[in-house]
């Protein structure tokens, strides 16, 4: 079983930054890869970034490219997500998920199987 708390979340201006985080529980973490996505109301859920096992792989949403920095640290078991000049539209709950066994390095929700609660992240204008 793997848990994840996601943590960071809150309320910035246009243009501010948060770094979200996400510690995730379980002795193979290291073999895990981990994603976010996020959720706007009324609105699917969409990938935001993903990072495989080893740090070696990353993939971005082209919506999210040069602002937002997916990371890790396995000594931590915790992911993380960066994001700088947030807008507006960056309104959602992000959710960070973990891929688990011999799968290949996915950006949909169908390739992830456990998921947290999620932290609530609001730009005001």
């Known amino acids: 079983q793997v848990q994840l708390v996601e943590s960071g979340g809150g309320l910035v201006q246009a243009g501010g930054s948060l770094r979200l985080s996400c510690a995730a529980s379980g002795r193979t973490f290291t073999r895990y890869n981990m994603g976010w996505f996020r959720q706007a109301p009324g609105k699917e859920r969409e990938f935001v970034a993903a990072?495989?096992?080893?740090?070696?792989?990353?993939k971005y949403a082209d919506s999210k490219k040069g602002r937002f920095t997916i990371s890790r640290d396995n000594a931590k078991n915790t992911v993380y997500l960066q994001m700088n000049s947030l807008k507006p539209e960056d309104t959602a709950m992000y959710y960070c998920?973990?891929?688990?066994?011999?799968?290949?390095?996915?950006?949909?929700?169908?390739?992830?199987?456990?998921w947290g609660q999620g932290t609530q992240v609001t730009v005001s204008s």
């Open positions: 990072i495989t096992w080893s740090g070696g792989s990353i």
């Open positions: 998920a973990a891929q688990t066994g011999p799968v290949v390095f996915g950006t949909s929700i169908y390739d992830y199987n456990y």
